[in-house]
């Protein structure tokens, strides 16, 4: 059975910081890309950034760029989304998923998680 848990999440002051993490289960860890995507209310599901499947290429999304940064450890099967300047915008469900390549769509990805809360704010 394959699993996708996020932690990290949380409520944070505008500017700050987190770090959420995505550990995997169920699969060959080191075969899959991992993507985070976050979801406002009311709105559609947003691609963060992403991370191939050897750590070698990154995709950003609009909302990440010099802001976000993504890293993967296959040793503990987990990816991480280190977040910084963090904006009331920022706010909403982050969630990691697994596919076997490396893509902005939601549609590619297989498997997901359940999602981690951000919340920012003053």
């Known amino acids: 059975q394959v699993q996708l848990v996020e932690s990290g999440g949380g409520w944070v002051q505008i500017g700050g910081s987190l770090r959420l993490s995505c550990a995997v289960s169920?699969?060959?860890?080191?075969?899959?890309?991992v993507g985070w995507f976050r979801q406002a209310p009311e709105k559609e599901r947003e691609f963060v950034q992403g991370?191939?499947?050897?750590?070698?290429?990154?995709y950003n999304g609009r909302s990440a760029r010099g802001r976000f940064s993504i890293s993967r450890d296959d040793a503990k099967s987990t990816v991480y989304l280190q977040m910084t300047s963090l904006e009331p915008s920022d706010t909403a469900v982050y969630y990691c998923?697994?596919?076997?390549?490396?893509?902005?769509?939601?549609?590619?990805?297989?498997?997901w998680g359940q999602g981690a809360q951000v919340t920012v704010s003053s």
């Open positions: 998923a697994a596919a076997e390549s490396l893509d902005m769509s939601p549609r590619v990805y297989k498997y």
């Open positions: 169920g699969l060959t860890f080191s075969s899959y890309a």
């Open positions: 991370i191939n499947f050897d750590g070698t290429v990154r």
